[in-house]
T-cell receptor, first 115, second 112 residues
């Protein structure tokens, strides 16, 4: 079974600085999808960014970018110019491309943003 | 507004009671699923459905039942609530390609 590991339970960053959240995964598949979700105190799950494994180019969405290292099975999220509204739980998730595949989540990283 | 609607948002049950968490989506998504979120454990899949009339078990299905009689609705039934089922429950849906999931706002369930 695929597993997703987020080794940083909590992280802190100062406003306007850059922070990187780590995620590693275990799979024997060659094609799959990786996701980062944000969960603010409102509890809503919000898609931050998605990466398709067959695409070598790292995905970017405004201040959010990923460093996808397929051989190392690593998928880190970089948040640039951090804002107070970025404070939330961040979950890394994996899904293979098979029809029976399921979305598997890591345990999450709580990000604090300080002034 | 298009999306996934979960009801109720909060619920307190006594041990042994039964209840149904409702989930409805209006995006004509084939795929629907239920997750539970517990502190330090992320989200874990309970049950899922790839279309009306088709359901299957996820990672933690014990104590829960589902059915999918329509494309829009995917209710989760707790047959006999236990304190271990105290959690936040999320319903999610996506198109068949499952590259973009839409989550409901969650139900916080407490079993006393």
């Amino acid at each position: 079974a695929q597993t997703v590991t987020q080794s940083q339970p909590e992280m802190s960053v100062q406003e306007a600085e850059t922070v990187t959240l780590s995620c590693t995964y275990d799979t024997s598949e060659s094609d799959y999808y990786l996701f980062w979700y944000k969960q603010p105190p409102s509890r809503q799950m919000i898609l931050v960014i998605r990466q398709e494994a067959y695409k070598q180019q790292n995905a970017t969405e405004n201040r959010f970018s990923v460093n996808f290292q397929k051989a190392a099975k690593s998928f880190s999220l970089k948040i640039s110019d951090s804002q107070l509204g970025d404070a939330a739980m961040y979950f890394c998730a994996y899904r293979s491309t098979g029809t029976a595949s399921k979305l598997t989540f890591g345990t999450g990283t709580r990000l604090q943003v300080t002034l | 507004n298009a999306g996934v609607t979960q009801t109720p948002k909060f619920q307190v049950l006594k041990t042994g009671q039964s209840m149904t968490l409702q989930c409805a989506q209006d995006m004509n998504h084939e795929y629907m699923s239920w997750y539970r979120q517990d502190p330090g454990m992320g989200l874990r899949l309970i049950h899922y459905s790839v279309g009306a009339g088709i359901t299957d078990q996820g990672e933690v299905p014990n104590g829960y039942n589902v059915s999918r009689s329509t494309t829009e609705d995917f209710p989760l039934r707790l047959l006999s609530a236990a304190p271990s089922q105290t959690s936040v429950y999320f319903c999610a849906s996506s198109t068949a390609g499952r590259t973009n999931y839409t989550f409901g706002s969650g139900t916080r369930l407490t079993v006393v």
